[in-house]
């Protein structure tokens, strides 16, 4: 049930904020911008056009799957081509591949790089300090994760104080403290810097670079490129904002993200919308306790307006695995004759015949139900708890 954990594991981020996580080909052309290192590549989505571009690029490339998920070498998502022929081949297997439950739509084809050493380093929060933590390890390729656990004095770590920075010292204690190959020091002391420059000035929540590689012709290389971006900071990067394409082949996600509304699909029938993600969570609990299936999570947000109540209810009634709607609003600033209003609207506008229960709490509670009772179709029933809403639209679900 990989869907069902993965949907719990995004639940955990949602409630944590949102972020842009960047794909390693835009990571890399980032970096490229920041003075980082990096192979020179071309990102395609077809086996003829990883042809070319091999073709343009000349000599061994290598063929790497586009996912936003680590362990690609592993599954088979990253491999060497001598020719042109070659690429062309593993492109057409890897296209199209499932890594963990993320599809490949596109594969990076890049000049391949002789490989001395691997090392790891990244830039990331330690929430706990409140500061920037700069990581530099000459165990690389692995997972870091790993390494801290099993061998933790090869992971060299400096909190960096933001107001004086990270200065050319703190990178060359670090190469240090790492045991980082003597030719490849001043090389890694430039990309720590640079790294952390790209961090600061893109608002980035983590920058990671597993493997950097030393190589043969003796450079230091950035092979690999994890980069998160701080959502609540993507105003001030217009074209970041461009780079956040849709991350999900689900279509209900996909139109959600379209729409800017929270939503996580899970694999119950008992569609939910609440405005706020400790509502959302609690009625999903509440589904659980009356006996049904929550069919997703939606958080309309805490001051849902009519429009966005229609955003919402077109999302939840695309799904076809809904079979009721649970509309559980809590009106603090939200008014409830608002939602009740924008309900009237979305229900106008979409034609949905499915049972909807509605539980409204709050400010102009009383107008809000009265709303619904006077104008709503048959189809909307008001109930006055949230339990009780929840026992409705489990035995709805249920055909009871
Ligand atoms: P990940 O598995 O998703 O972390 O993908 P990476 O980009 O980190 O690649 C995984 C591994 O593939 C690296 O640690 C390298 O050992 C290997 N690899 C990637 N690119 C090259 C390359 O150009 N040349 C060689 N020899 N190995 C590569
Ligand atoms: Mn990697």
């Not at 050493?117 to 790993?146: H, N, Q, W």
């Not at 190959?181 to 810097?193: T, Y």
């Not at 993600?277 to 849902?304: E, I, K, Q, Y």
Request: proline share 4%.
């Amino acid at each position: 049930m990989a869907s069902r954990s993965s949907g719990v594991y995004r639940l955990v981020n949602i409630t944590q904020g949102r972020r842009l996580d960047l794909f390693e080909y835009q990571g890399k052309q980032l970096f490229a911008r920041h003075g980082i290192p990096v192979p020179s590549g071309e990102i395609v989505d077809t086996p003829e056009a990883a042809r070319a571009a091999a073709e343009r690029i000349g000599g061994t490339v290598v063929v790497k799957a586009q996912v936003q998920v680590g362990g690609r070498g592993k599954a088979g998502g990253i491999q060497l081509a001598k020719t042109p022929d070659e690429a062309e081949a593993h492109a057409r297997n890897i296209l199209g591949m499932d890594i963990k439950d993320h599809i490949v739509h596109s594969v990076w084809i890049e000049a391949a790089s002789e490989i001395v050493k691997e090392y790891y380093a990244s830039v990331t929060f330690d929430r706990s300090e409140k500061k920037p933590l700069v990581m530099l390890s000459a165990e690389g390729g692995m997972d870091i994760e790993e390494v801290a656990r099993t061998n933790p004095e090869a992971l060299a770590t400096l909190h960096v104080d933001p107001l004086t920075g990270f200065q050319a010292h703190h990178a060359r204690w670090l190469v240090f403290h790492a045991g980082i190959d003597e030719g490849a020091r001043s090389g890694v002391v430039s990309i720590l810097q640079q790294l952390y420059a790209a961090f600061t000035d893109l608002d980035s929540m983590l920058m990671e670079i597993n493997p950097l590689i030393w190589t043969a012709s003796g450079d230091v290389v950035a092979l690999d490129a994890k980069v998160t971006i701080d959502n609540n900071a993507l105003y001030r990067h217009p074209d970041l904002l461009a780079l956040q394409t849709s991350v999900t082949d689900d279509p209900q996600e996909r139109m959600a993200q379209e729409k800017g509304v929270t939503y996580v699909k899970l694999d119950g029938d008992v569609g939910i919308l609440g405005n706020g993600a400790g509502l959302v969570m609690s009625t999903l609990d509440v589904v659980a306790l009356a006996g049904g299936r929550p069919a997703n999570f939606l958080d309309a947000g805490g001051g849902s307006k009519a429009d966005e109540v229609v955003a919402a209810l077109e999302v939840l009634l695309s799904d076809p695995k809904v079979k009721v709607l649970l509309i559980n609003i809590f009106g603090g600033i939200t008014r409830c004759d608002e939602v009740a209003n924008g309900l009237l609207t979305a229900l106008d506008k979409l034609n949905a015949t499915l049972p909807i229960v509605v539980r409204l709490d709050g400010t102009n509670e009383d107008e809000g139900r009265r709303i619904i009772s006077e104008k709503a179709p048959a189809n909307v029933v008001v109930e006055p708890t949230m339990l009780s809403a929840a026992q409705r639209a489990v035995e709805l679900a249920k055909g009871v």
